[in-house]
């Protein structure tokens, strides 16, 4: 979940490269690199918004693992609506879905609050805040 973004992006596209199947998800629901993705390789393209319910509950169904790398951006969604309710939205789901394995792309600095890397990033919506209570909720 979050296959447009820099780590997601990295993710999918690693994946692919092992041969395994990707369901890339983004708010869009088209996965920004898809015309570089070789022919043959098992993508799979879908609408994932962290922030509806439903669609969180399409991309989890029948998966084996999910990666969230989901996180606000000037292109949508706010710290509290994307890193901290949008993963515990995701959570819930992939439980629903008898989701086995749930994996978080977090920042180096979401549990040291004094660094200046957290300070400087927290300037942004206190996105660093809503990182740490997402995932202690989680």
Do not use: W
Request: net charge negative; with cysteine; hydrophobic share 40%.
């Amino acid at each position: 979940i979050g296959s447009n973004g820099r780590t997601g992006s990295e993710v999918v596209k690693y994946l692919l490269a092992a041969n395994e199947p990707v369901r890339a998800t983004s708010r869009t629901g088209e996965y920004n690199d898809a015309a570089s993705v070789p022919e043959g390789a098992m993508l799979e393209q879908l609408v994932c918004d962290v922030t509806d319910p439903k669609s969180i509950q399409l991309a989890c169904a029948g998966t084996s693992a999910v990666i969230f790398a989901a996180s606000a951006s000037k292109n949508g969604g706010t710290p509290s609506a994307v890193d901290n309710a949008g993963l515990v939205n995701v959570a819930k789901a992939c439980i629903d879905a008898n989701v086995p394995h749930l994996v978080v792309v977090s920042s180096g600095a979401v549990t040291k609050p004094t660094s200046p890397v957290y300070q400087f990033l927290n300037l942004f919506g206190k996105i660093m805040e809503e990182k740490i209570r997402g995932e202690d909720s989680v």
